[in-house]
C-alpha cells in the first residue's frame, strides 16, 4: 500500500504491536496476522490448493498462503512492485487487471481455488476521492473470478466502509453461497477498511 509517510504515521507503524511481532517472525508484512485472523476463523486455505495472491508485495500473505498449502499447492502472486523471493510462490510484475498478467496466469494455472485480494490504490486520505478508487479495484477484482476461479472456490478481498460498498457487497452475495464481512483485530481501527470472505464460487 502506498502511504503518505508523515512522521506522525511512521512514528505510529514502527510503534505497532503486529509490526513489532511481524519483524520478530520475519514475516513480510503486518498483513500477515490480518489473513491469519481470517483462516483461523473461517478455514480458507488448505493443503494442496493453489491460490492466487493479488496485490502481494512486500509478501505477507504469500508467505502465509504458501505454509498453508504446503508442498501439494501453489501459490501465484502479482504486484505492480517488486516483491523478494518467497519459498515457493511464483510471482508475476504487474498490474493484475492486465490481459498480459492474466495470461501469464493462466500460463501457471487456468483455474485457481482461492483468489486473495489485497490490494489498495494510492491514498491520499480524501474518503471522496480513495473510496471511489477502492470500489473500482474491487469490481475488477471480482470481475477476474469469472476466468481464473474454480466452481466452488473462495474469493477474500479487502474493501473500504463508503456509499459505494452495499451494492458491492450484493454483487458479490449473488455470485457466492457464503458472504460475511470480516474487520480482523489487526486492522487498524481509524481504517476504513474491511474483508469480505466469499465462499463457493456459483458460477
Ligand atoms: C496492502 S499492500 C499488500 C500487502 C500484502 N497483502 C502483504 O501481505 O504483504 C497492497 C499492494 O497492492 C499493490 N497494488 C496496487 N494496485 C495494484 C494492481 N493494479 N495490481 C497489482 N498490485 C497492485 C500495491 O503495490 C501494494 O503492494
Known amino acids: 500500500m502506498y502511504y503518505t509517510c508523515s512522521n506522525t504515521w511512521l512514528s505510529r507503524h514502527f510503534s505497532d504491536k503486529f509490526v513489532k511481532e511481524s519483524k520478530r517472525f520475519g514475516y513480510r508484512s503486518r498483513a500477515w496476522f490480518k489473513l491469519d485472523e481470517m483462516q483461523k476463523a473461517n478455514n480458507i ?11 502481494s508485495s512486500p509478501g505477507g500473505w504469500s508467505q502465509y498462503a504458501s505454509q498453508k498449502v504446503n508442498n501439494l499447492g501453489h501459490v501465484i502472486s502479482c504486484d505492480i512492485k517488486p516483491m523478494l523471493e518467497v519459498s515457493k510462490v511464483s510471482f508475476i510484475l504487474g498490474d493484475a487487471f492486465k490481459k498480459d498478467v492474466l495470461k501469464k496466469i493462466c500460463k501457471i494455472k487456468n483455474k ?38 474454480l466452481k466452488n472456490g473462495k474469493f477474500i478481498i479487502k474493501s473500504f466502509n463508503g456509499s459505494e460498498f452495499k451494492r458491492y457487497y450484493t454483487a458479490i452475495k449473488k455470485l457466492f453461497k457464503k458472504t460475511k464481512i470480516f474487520k480482523p483485530v489487526a486492522s487498524r481501527l481509524n481504517s476504513q477498511e474491511i474483508y469480505i470472505i466469499a465462499i463457493g464460487y456459483k458460477v
Open 45 to 55: 486455505i488448505t493443503s494442496g490448493m493453489t491460490v492466487l495472491d493479488l496485490g
Open 112 to 149: 485457481v481455488d482461492v483468489i486473495l485480494c489485497d490490494i489498495a490504490p494510492n491514498i491520499t486520505g480524501i474518503t471522496e476521492i480513495d473510496h471511489p478508487k477502492c470500489i473500482s479495484i474491487n469490481y475488477k477484482a471480482l470481475n477476474l473470478c469469472k476466468y481464473i476461479l
